[in-house]
């Protein structure tokens, strides 16, 4: 479990002041046991309903941001209006439930290794990361 300072260094790391506001959205974000896929919307309401206080959608959103720029989050662009925010920030892959708008991972070794045979002078690969789009059966 993270500490107070903790997420006053992440804060501070990403070009925030630590208020009581963010010092909330962080507790959301870091004090779990298990990392979480959200967009920014969801990730309102789960604070909602967690902490008493109202959080603006402008801070959250500007927050949110400030983290995935540092590295602190993975941002997840599914089409060109709908994004979603990983917790888990290793390089990995993920189905997206199509009907049930969510994402689930899928690790490295789930995955045969891609070969890309395209070469993009002066650039070298980064990162590989799948999205798989997945539908009910029937």
Known sequence: MYLKT????????????????????????????KTFHFTINDLSKIIREKVSEKISLATIYN??????????????????????????????????????RKLIDLENDEVEPIKIKKIIPGKKIKSVEVLVRVVSKN
């Open 63 to 100: 927050t949110i941001h400030a983290f995935e720029k540092k590295g602190y989050l993975k941002e997840i662009a599914i089409n060109s209006s709908q994004t979603y925010f990983d917790t888990n920030t290793s390089i990995h892959h993920h189905f997206f439930d199509e009907k049930e």
């Open 6 to 33: 903790n997420f006053i260094e992440k804060l501070r790391n990403s070009g925030l002041r630590p208020t009581k506001q963010r010092l909330k959205i962080c507790d959301v974000l870091f004090n779990t046991d």
